[in-house]
């Protein structure tokens, strides 16, 4: 009864991109999406739980429902206030994670006879956002304002030009304030991404409230998405707009009605992570600090090698591309003997010939293990 599938796990294993779970003890990690550190972080486990505890609300292990329905609650609703303060917005959304909240405002607010465009490297999350919304659906070259603006001039309806602050694969910008003149220009609304620059950018009242408050152009966008599973070190996601658009998402959005709310303990989580963070900006600098011996620690030792390259990326997330996703994978299980986690990103994921070590920095890694791992990785290549 399985043999099509089977037969395309075979057809996987054959092109060397079969992906299989596993877990890790006792390695440096170079993979987690915990910048900040804060997953681990022991003082916020504790707040988090002391906040559960003396919480007032009935339904603590579960939500019981759809917020629509039974899920939602006064903590949801002052959760969603405080965080339109943080986000500097006239309203919030959580949703149960940033794959929800991108699926469900690209798929969503563009209707039929409008124009989606997304940048090539947008989270797939995004584009499938794109594919199952009615609107025509059109990618441009990455970064490239130049391409944008050629496909901005034949777009046609309401046109929302879908980008990232940090690109999960290359670690490099968004060029903000060049896409907010073009998007102004061409009266297109940006929805933009800020799943891994939530927590590691921001104001210095709120601190992790990301790259757009950070650059001052909050009012110039439509949306923004902010995820929490990642620097923030909790889970969730949420949607920073008008009242008007929650309203609308609250009434359209699918992947916001259909599913159970978040329990508490993750909106107590969301809270608390803020509040702790905002009391703890010298975080940033720690990693900051982090990114830069990286940078002068791989001119150091990987210089010499011509098999490889390096992207270039001021943020925690540092692309070594080593082509091939057999060579890729052999590297990547040496560094593990060798004590460091750090997974292969394999095409199809990225583009053929563009495979790459996706290394991901942290404020618990220790210069000394950056410097390790890189004289390593000179070792094995
Ligand atoms: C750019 C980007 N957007 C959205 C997501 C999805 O966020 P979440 O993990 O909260 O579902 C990810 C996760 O990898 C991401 O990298």
Redesign the pocket.
């Known amino acids: 009864m399985e043999d099509s599938l089977v037969q395309r796990i075979l057809e996987r294993k054959e092109s060397g991109n079969i992906r299989g779970l596993m877990t890790t003890k006792d390695k440096v990690d170079f993979v987690s999406n915990d910048y900040l550190g804060l997953a681990r972080n022991e003082t916020l486990f504790q707040l988090i739980n002391m906040h559960v505890g003396q919480a007032e609300q009935v339904n603590k292990n579960g939500s019981s429902g759809s917020r629509l329905l039974s899920g939602n609650s006064v903590a949801y609703e002052l959760l969603e206030k405080y965080l339109a303060e943080v986000f500097i917005s006239d309203s919030t959304l959580v949703f149960n994670?940033?794959?929800q909240a991108?699926l469900a405002i690209v798929s969503s607010v563009p209707k039929k006879g409008d124009t989606i465009l997304y940048d090539q490297l947008s989270?797939i999350?995004l584009k499938e956002g794109a594919w199952l919304s009615k609107a025509d659906s059109v990618m441009f070259a990455h970064n490239d304002l130049a391409d944008l603006e050629r496909k901005l001039k034949n777009a046609i309806g309401e046109k929302y030009v879908i980008i990232?602050a940090i690109y999960?694969m290359d670690g490099d910008y968004a060029p903000l304030h060049e896409m907010v003149s073009l998007c102004k220009k061409h009266d297109a609304k940006i929805i933009l991404?800020e799943?891994?620059s939530t927590g590691v950018h921001g104001d210095e009242i709120h601190e992790g409230n990301g790259w757009a408050i950070e650059q001052k152009l909050q009012e110039d966008i439509f949306a923004r998405v902010y995820?929490f599973?990642k620097g923030m070190g909790v889970h969730g996601?949420c949607i920073a707009g008008s009242q008007v658009l929650k309203d609308y998402l609250v009434n359209f959005a699918r992947p916001f009605i259909y599913t159970t709310a978040l329990p508490l303990h993750s909106l107590v989580s969301i809270d608390q992570s803020f509040r702790y963070l905002a009391k703890h900006g010298d975080v940033k600098g720690q990693l900051n600090e982090l990114i830069n011996h990286f940078k002068v620690e791989l001119k150091r030792t990987l210089v010499s090698q011509g098999e490889y390259y390096y992207l270039g990326s001021d943020t925690a997330i540092q692309p070594v591309i080593i082509p091939g996703n057999d060579r890729i994978k052999l590297i990547a299980a040496a560094l593990h003997t060798e004590g460091f986690d750090i997974r292969p990103i394999l095409s199809p994921t990225v583009k053929k010939n563009t495979e790459r070590l996706r290394i991901s920095l942290h404020v618990y890694n220790t210069k000394n293990e950056i410097t390790r791992m890189l004289e390593t990785l000179n070792r094995l290549l």
């Open positions: 994670s940033g794959y991108n989270h999350c990232e999960s991404d799943a891994h995820t599973g996601a």
